[in-house]
């Protein structure tokens, strides 16, 4: 980032706040980004959140198993599933 400026916004009826263009030009913020909103007292800040891309995941994940020679079943895959979602159930 180059020079921190301030920017004066408004927020519209619905809520809504517009991120002055120079700041979303400098930072490559682009329409449906994703934001972390945090409120304390008469601040708000946001962070952008960067969400992994799955699909680039999977790809990698299931590239590894096929150099293995790894398998899994459908019911295997089911097994896991329900495994790691009633282990994140518990941690809550």
């Known amino acids: 980032m180059s020079e921190e400026k301030l920017e004066v916004t408004t927020i519209s009826e619905k809520g809504q ?14 329409p449906r980004t994703k934001f972390l909103v945090f409120g304390r007292g008469d601040t708000v ?10 699909k680039k995941e999977w790809e990698s994940i299931f590239k590894i198993m096929d150099q293995k020679e790894l398998k899994l079943s459908d019911e295997e895959i089911q097994k896991e599933i329900a495994a790691t979602r009633k282990e994140k159930h518990r941690s809550k």
């Not at 706040?17 to 682009?30: A, F, T, Y």
């Not at 800040?45 to 799955?54: A, N, S, T, V």
């Open 17 to 30: 706040v517009v991120i002055p263009q120079s700041i979303r030009k400098e930072l490559g913020i682009k």
């Open 45 to 54: 800040i946001m962070k952008r959140l960067e969400l992994p891309d799955i």
